[in-house]
Nanobody, 126 residues
């Protein structure tokens, strides 16, 4: 069983920045592909970013590429999402997810992940 706990959400003005953190339990964190997804009211959950086990490969949605950066510290069992240049359309609940099995070849797809955090709210005001 893996527990994921997100933190760092909040209210920010457009153009501002936030850094989300996701702390994972367990001793095998370095073997997990990690992802961030978000869900806005009335919309489906969508992919934001993902990172390989070593951190050497990252993936981003077109809507956040160039503004968001995903990173990880395997010694701290933590993955981060640095969000710069925030826009009102970034408002959503942000979820951290872990793929603890054979590393997925489809990190942009939610079913590739088997553990999810509870989410943290990000609100961007205009």
């Amino acid at each position: 069983q893996v527990q994921l706990v997100e933190s760092g959400g909040g209210l920010v003005q457009a153009g501002g920045s936030l850094r989300l953190s996701c702390a994972a339990s367990g001793r095998a964190f370095s073997s997990y592909v990690m992802g961030w997804f978000r869900q806005a009211p009335g919309k489906e959950r969508e992919f934001v970013a993902a990172i390989s086990r070593s951190g050497g490969t990252t993936y981003y949605s077109d809507s956040v590429k160039g503004r968001f950066t995903i990173s990880r510290e395997n010694t701290k069992n933590t993955v981060y999402l640095q969000m710069n240049g925030l826009k009102p359309e970034d408002t959503a609940v942000y979820y951290c997810a872990a793929d603890t099995g054979v590393p997925t070849t489809t990190p942009r797809l939610a079913p590739s992940y088997d553990y999810w955090g509870q989410g943290t709210q990000v609100t961007v005001s205009s």
